[in-house]
């Protein structure tokens, strides 16, 4: 009996420490996904010289940065997800739109890339909405996660 017990509450505490650290990654890559967006705002309305420079760096090195990150928030929630067997209708939805946050992700580095060639065409505004996309998303997946309305 002592032993079942044991057995759970090491389950349990792997079970926290994985969700802990799944949200502190996941807060990590968001912080990422809002604030390139904001860079590009900026790049779209700088002209060309040391100004527009400075911002592509700053844009690259986030970028970069912004994949590992990305990528422990996701393993972890696929441990969490296979590990712990979690199943049902929020997390298949949750599925669907963290797959279209990897695309929004992706196609920021698309960006980057028009960018660095000088062939952006996209204005200041057009960024504006942009950058609000990951924000609607980060809302729908923490109701989903924790509420779990289906
Ligand atoms: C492959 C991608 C992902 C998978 C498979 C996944 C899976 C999971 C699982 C199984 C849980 C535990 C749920 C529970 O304890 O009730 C969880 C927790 C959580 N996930 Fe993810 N996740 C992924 C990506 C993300 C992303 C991108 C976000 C943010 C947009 C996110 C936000 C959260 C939050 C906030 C929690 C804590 C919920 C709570 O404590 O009630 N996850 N995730």
Known sequence: MRAINARKRSAL???????AFHIIFVMSWFAGLFYLP????NLAMAGEG???DRLLLMARKLYRFMAP???LALALGIWLWLGFGFSGGWLHAKLALVAGLIGY?????KLYRDFAARRNH?????YRFFNEIPVLVLVAV???VVVKPF
Do not use: I, P, Q, T
Request: proline share 0%; aromatic share 20%; net charge positive.
């Open 13 to 19: 505490l792997a079970y926290l420490y994985l969700k």
């Open 38 to 41: 904001r860079l590009f705002v």
């Open 50 to 52: 040391a100004e527009y």
């Open 69 to 71: 990150l990305a990528l």
């Open 105 to 109: 992700h992706l196609y920021c580095g």
């Open 122 to 126: 996209h204005s200041h505004v057009w």
């Open 142 to 144: 923490v109701l989903l």
